[in-house]
């Protein structure tokens, strides 16, 4: 059952290669760093039970898993494990990363506003470019449920939004 | 994009800007992977070494004691109210380690991702099959179905509430609990793969040591030759404790 070495190397090259955008998609999907890295912990350690089966994309299982770990958050709090002592992630040794700190922290904010399935949906939809027909099916849910989460979710989302950045983010109307 | 609207849009594409920029700070250690692997071997050793313990509390107490040795069969104890009211909390159940597993069958599963500890289900859907719990016209589901068959389930605590439509995959079983408004199972995690699947019950002993068959399930001879004893039972006050909240209770 277990790994051997060849297919543990094959683990950690896709986990070098895929790993930062997998975090990246974890990081949307839960509210914070820690957080993310434990269900993406949980998703790969799946993901070394079926190694050996060769799936067809390595990457979209574990994309899958952490939706379904994602979704269910709030109601099964316990499935996903609270949060560790890790570290909060790089220093903001350059310009660039504390840019990027400060939108972190901006985009943190407005999804935490979004309960569990909203907050999928809306990554899902408008973060990765999903259509509504493939955000329904990863989500198991009906495409009328994925419109009415897109669409509370972004209300919440504009509702915790600076008027200032609204106007400045060109509304036309 | 479509026609969503106007404001909608400017949030959509204000979420997008902050996504570019904050994407740099999202990196893995260095060494990500490797944990990732350790944590594999460890838990896969923990899996081989059957530990049945009923609760993360006495994990730890029964590590030790729960090393493999040599019987066919197993003792487990139900830690929470989810298979009520087939197996109560603090009830045991005794479970064959080489069984075939079918549906019906009430099974130990370990290894799921976030829950780091067994947990006894009911198997519902094999390989291939449709599971589902369709709304009536009131938004109620009265049975789960099949393949498009109701099931009857005398064992259950209904839970009434609709789930959509799931193909269990090849290798995977859909798992449900007895009391399905409290329980944790297949709806929250999905299909679940055989691998970790490692016992199928065959009785239950309540609290006085009395043995019973559990309905529901297809027959099983009664257990023979040594059972491997059960850890601990886990402390009063985690049986109906933090990890499986808001049980059915009637």
Request: hydrophobic share 40%.
């Given at each position: 059952m277990g790994m051997n070495r060849a297919e543990e190397e094959d683990f950690t090259a896709f986990v070098h290669e895929r790993?930062?955008?997998?975090?990246?998609?974890?990081?949307?999907?839960?509210?914070?760093?820690?957080?993310?890295?434990?269900?993406?912990?949980?998703?790969?350690?799946?993901?070394?039970?079926?190694?050996?089966?060769?799936?067809?994309?390595?990457?979209?299982?574990?994309?899958?898993?952490?939706?379904?770990?994602?979704?269910?958050?709030?109601?099964?709090?316990?499935?996903?494990?609270?949060?560790?002592?890790?570290?909060?992630?790089?220093?903001?040794?350059?310009?660039?990363?504390?840019?990027?700190?400060?939108?972190?922290?901006?985009?943190?904010?407005?999804?935490?506003?979004?309960?569990?399935?909203?907050?999928?949906?809306?990554?899902l939809r408008v973060l990765d470019g999903l259509s509504e027909a493939e955000t329904a099916e990863l989500l198991g849910c009906s495409v009328g449920a994925v419109k009415s989460n897109l669409s509370r979710g972004l209300d919440k989302v504009r509702e915790s939004l600076d008027p200032e950045i609204m106007r400045s983010a060109g509304t036309q109307t | 994009m479509s026609q969503i609207m106007q404001p909608h849009d400017a949030v959509a594409e204000h979420l997008r800007t902050l996504a570019v920029a904050a994407a740099p700070c999202a990196e893995l250690r260095l060494h990500y992977a490797d944990e990732v692997l350790a944590l594999a071997r460890r838990r896969r050793w923990i899996w081989r070494a059957a530990i049945g313990t009923g609760s993360c509390v006495v994990v730890a107490a029964g590590f030790a004691a729960a090393l493999p040795s040599g019987g066919d069969y197993f003792a487990m104890y139900q830690p929470s109210g989810s298979m009520s009211p087939t197996v109560e909390a603090g009830e045991q159940v005794v479970f064959g380690k080489n069984l075939p597993v079918a549906r019906g069958d009430v099974v130990a599963v370990s290894g799921l991702p976030g829950i780091d500890m067994s947990i006894i289900r009911r198997v519902i859907g094999m390989?291939?099959?449709i599971v589902s719990c369709p709304?009536?016209?009131?938004?109620?589901?009265?049975?789960?179905?099949?393949?498009?068959?109701?099931?009857?389930?005398?064992?259950?605590?209904?839970?009434?509430?609709?789930?959509?439509?799931?193909?269990?995959?090849?290798?995977?079983?859909?798992?449900?609990?007895?009391?399905?408004?409290?329980?944790?199972d297949s709806r929250d995690f999905g299909p679940v793969s055989l691998n970790s699947v490692y016992g199928v019950g065959v009785e239950v002993i309540d609290v006085h040591g009395e043995s019973r068959p559990i309905p529901g399930t297809p027959e099983h001879a009664p257990p023979t030759g040594q059972i491997d004893p059960a850890d601990d039972p886990p402390p009063a006050g985690s049986v109906t404790g933090p990890a499986m909240p808001g049980q059915a209770d009637d």
């Open positions: 790993g930062d955008r997998l975090l990246r998609f974890a990081r949307l999907l839960v509210p914070d760093r820690a957080e993310a890295e434990d269900v993406l912990q949980a998703a790969l350690l799946r993901l070394t039970r079926h190694w050996d089966k060769q799936l067809a994309s390595p990457e979209a299982y574990v994309r899958t898993t952490l939706v379904n770990l994602a979704k269910d958050r709030g109601k099964r709090k316990h499935l996903v494990p609270s949060p560790s002592d890790h570290s909060q992630g790089p220093h903001p040794s350059s310009p660039d990363l504390a840019d990027g700190l400060v939108a972190r922290a901006e985009l943190d904010h407005l999804l935490k506003a979004l309960p569990p399935r909203q907050r999928v949906t809306v990554v | 390989p291939g099959d709304a009536d016209e009131s938004g109620k589901c009265d049975a789960v179905e099949v393949n498009g068959r109701a099931m009857s389930e005398s064992y259950v605590v209904p839970d009434r509430e609709p789930f959509a439509e799931v193909t269990v995959p090849a290798g995977d079983v859909y798992l449900l609990g007895d009391a399905r408004r409290a329980a944790i």
